[in-house]
């Protein structure tokens, strides 16, 4: 059965920390690894990854996949109150259609 | 750009009753999915469509749940009869096509009392 495990489940950090999110994932036919942030209801996008190595950059948050070892990372820098939210991670896998399978989030919380 | 829309955006309903979502995605945007999303865990995808065909149902509850896509853009949901178990956020989102990042609607709070 398709999976994706994230760690920590929750995170508390006072501003200024960097903290490094985890998303380790075994599934059949892997296509891409995705990065939501939610904060209320809806996620909203931060990245996609398909290719091992490759850091992908938005201001103070980055994300790595590594295809061999099965896991991600996202990266957040110089925290802020305002990056306090769920972090959702998501892989997109299977054969002929492919579909999303949602990990159960790292609930971060930034002390000002 | 409209980002994607749902309605309601609560629900309060008894066991055994029914009740209907509605979705209207970002004009152009080929993929639509409906997620539930119960307290504390992440989103379960429930039905992917591709224009008006099913990609994936594999976890829809079929015996109660059913989802349709009029003429491959809004959609609705469907619940019939509820379960206490079925109290969630429905999630709808959209993507251009099944390669590219999903857009999420506000989602619909559901209780089942």
């Known amino acids: 059965e398709d999976k994706v495990v994230q760690s920590p489940l929750s995170l508390v950090v006072h501003e200024g920390d960097t903290v490094t999110l985890n998303c380790s994932y075994e599934?059949?036919?892997?296509?891409?690894l995705l990065w939501y942030k939610q904060e209320k209801k809806a996620p909203t996008f931060l990245f996609m990854l398909t290719s091992s190595g490759i850091e992908k950059k938005s201001g103070r948050l980055s994300s790595i996949l590594d295809k061999k070892e099965l896991f991600s990372i996202l990266n957040i820098t110089a925290t802020q109150t305002g990056d306090s939210a769920v972090y959702l991670c998501a892989v997109e896998a299977g054969t002929g259609g492919f579909k999303t399978i949602f990990g159960a989030g790292t609930r971060l919380f930034v002390k000002a | 750009e409209a980002g994607v829309a749902q309605s309601p955006r609560y629900k309060i309903i008894e066991k055994r009753q029914s009740v209907a979502f509605w979705c209207n995605p970002i004009?152009?945007?080929?993929?639509l999915y409906w997620y539930q999303q119960i307290l504390g865990q992440g989103p379960k995808l429930l039905i992917q469509f591709q224009n008006n065909g099913v990609v994936d149902d594999s976890q829809l509850p079929k015996d109660r749940f059913s989802a349709e896509r009029l003429k491959g853009v809004d959609s609705t949901l469907k619940i019939q009869p509820a379960k206490l178990e079925d109290s969630a956020v429905y999630l709808c989102?959209?993507?251009?096509?099944?390669?590219?990042?999903?857009?999420f609607g506000p989602g619909t709070r559901l209780t089942v009392t």
């Open positions: 599934v059949t036919n892997f296509r891409s």
């Open positions: 004009s152009g945007h080929a993929t």
């Open positions: 989102a959209s993507s251009l096509d099944s390669t590219y990042e999903q857009y």
